[in-house]
């Protein structure tokens, strides 16, 4: 029940009961928002999340990736490849670029577990919002390995560009999903 209060859905009055919330479109879109953003380990829960390192490495920021930032050409940013794996299944190849200048103190043990965890966990920083981009594509030979595709399968890429509360942008990434192991849940309303 503490859960459902927590999360906007019901409302406990003491001395009347427990009562299921009358939502506005506002607050339905806040907790539909809410939960698409809480990271690949916070939204797989009830199922084994780990992750293999492939990349990590600091470098200059391109004239891409810094717009994609919006930080300065060659400041520094983590570049991170990763594979996720949901009960030792690869679904999703991760390629993400992080300002060091924000995310400070990021390490190897970190990535194995959740980022997300550790910004708001131990850098104390709140993840607000993200901007998405998904479409389908062919996997590359390196995806294949890695995502163990054998057959023709496509995959679906989220291009994504993070911010945190303070509208800082604190990551963009491309995130290749096995089409076979991934769906896209919305709640969309009018």
Request: glycine letters at 4%; a neutral charge.
């Amino acid at each position: 029940m503490d859960l459902l209060v927590s999360e906007g859905l019901i409302i406990k009055r003491r001395g009347s009961g427990t009562f299921v919330k009358d939502m506005r479109d506002d607050d339905a879109i806040e907790i539909a928002m809410k939960k698409q953003f809480m990271g690949f380990k916070a939204t797989h829960g009830s199922k084994k999340v780990t992750s293999d390192i492939i990349k990590f490495k600091v470098i200059p920021a391109s004239a891409e990736i810094a717009e994609k930032l919006k930080i300065e050409r060659n400041d520094f940013v983590y570049y991170i490849e990763r594979v996720r794996y949901l009960n030792d299944e690869p679904c999703v190849i991760e390629y993400t670029y992080m300002p060091i200048s924000t995310i400070k103190g990021l390490k190897e043990d970190v990535l194995k577990d959740s980022i997300y965890e550790y910004i708001e966990n131990t850098l104390n920083l709140s993840i607000q919002s993200a901007h998405r981009v998904i479409k389908a594509d062919l996997p590359t030979d390196l995806e294949k390995k890695y995502l163990r595709i054998k057959e023709l399968i496509p995959i679906l890429e989220v291009e994504q560009v993070a911010f945190l509360s303070n509208g800082q942008i604190f990551e963009y990434s491309k995130s290749r999903h096995r089409g076979d192991k991934t769906e896209i849940k919305m709640i969309e309303v009018r």
